[in-house]
């Protein structure tokens, strides 16, 4: 999923970033209300994290150009803010959830699944356990094991695979492997989507007479088990 978390205090927006990206989110940083008004409003996020209190816009402004141009986009206002006529006025204003800070950051991750959830994005994401064939996946581990063979993948191989698995069957491009994994917009002149599928491929496929991991010529790359 891709999310965009709007703080303006650096080390919590580090904080949640490292935290997010670690759970398998590509998440976008904004530091201020212009620049978290621009990137929500412009942007494909499948939910928003917004501070209340922002430089050049607060939150409230964001939430309200958010709701102009969306009324689905799950939006979960952060705020240390814990009086009552606040938490009523964010809601109001169209936020689907409120956390008071400080929180616990598994509350956090609890909340956003919900959102997801909720909003028909992440019924997939809510899960924890993830497989295909004799493949298994534990997302709150980081582990993966192939016919019970534990493979050991870089945290972009481990969000790779975790896209894949969550779309097995489904044909997904360069472009939204690398929007959605890094982050970036694609630039056909890099092949760092090739070069990580090749050495996610060299670890989850060569040692095992079953291919999972499939080039589609043309279109991109699938996961999913096939006849011999």
């Known amino acids: 999923m891709r999310l965009l978390v709007v703080e303006d205090e650096p080390k919590l927006a580090q904080y949640?970033?490292?935290?997010?990206s670690e759970h398998g989110h590509v998440v976008d940083l904004a530091h201020d209300g212009i620049e978290g008004r621009r990137l929500a409003t412009g942007g494909e996020y499948d939910l928003v994290?917004?501070?209340?209190?922002?430089?050049?816009?607060?939150?409230?402004?964001?939430?309200?150009?958010i709701r102009e141009r969306?009324?689905?986009?799950?939006?979960?206002?952060?705020?240390?803010?814990?009086?009552?006529?606040?938490?009523?006025?964010?809601?109001?204003?169209?936020?689907?959830?409120?956390?008071?800070?400080?929180?616990?950051?598994?509350?956090?991750?609890?909340?956003?699944?919900?959102?997801?959830?909720r909003s028909g994005q992440g019924q997939e994401q809510a899960l924890t356990q993830l497989s295909l064939a004799d493949l298994e996946l534990d997302l709150l581990a980081r582990r993966v094991t192939r016919a019970g063979q534990r493979?050991?993948?870089?945290?972009?191989e481990f969000n790779l695979l975790t896209l894949l698995l969550r779309r097995r069957g489904q044909i997904l491009s360069r472009t939204t492997?690398?929007?959605?994994?890094w982050g970036m917009n694609f630039d056909s002149d890099t092949n760092l989507v090739e070069v990580a599928v090749r050495?996610?491929?060299?670890?989850?496929?060569?040692?095992?007479?079953?291919?999972?991991?499939?080039?589609?010529?043309?279109?991109?790359?699938?996961?999913?088990?096939?006849?011999?």
């Not at 949640?16 to 997010?20: F, I, M, R, S, V």
């Not at 501070?51 to 939430?63: A, F, H, Q, S």
């Not at 950051?105 to 956003?112: G, I, N, S």
């Not at 492997?177 to 994994?181: D, F, K, Q, S, T």
Request: aromatic residues 6%; proline residues 5%.
């Open 16 to 20: 949640l970033h490292k935290g997010l």
């Open 49 to 65: 994290l917004l501070d209340v209190m922002l430089p050049g816009i607060d939150g409230y402004g964001v939430l309200r150009a």
């Open 70 to 117: 969306s009324r689905a986009l799950p939006v979960l206002m952060l705020t240390a803010r814990d009086a009552v006529e606040d938490r009523v006025r964010g809601l109001e204003e169209g936020a689907d959830d409120y956390l008071v800070k400080p929180f616990a950051f598994t509350e956090l991750l609890a909340r956003v699944a919900a959102l997801l959830r």
């Open 151 to 156: 493979l050991e993948l870089t945290a972009k």
């Open 177 to 181: 492997l690398a929007e959605r994994v």
């Open 199 to 228: 050495r996610l491929r060299a670890k989850l496929d060569d040692p095992f007479p079953a291919k999972l991991l499939h080039t589609v010529r043309g279109m991109g790359y699938v996961l999913e088990e096939r006849a011999e």
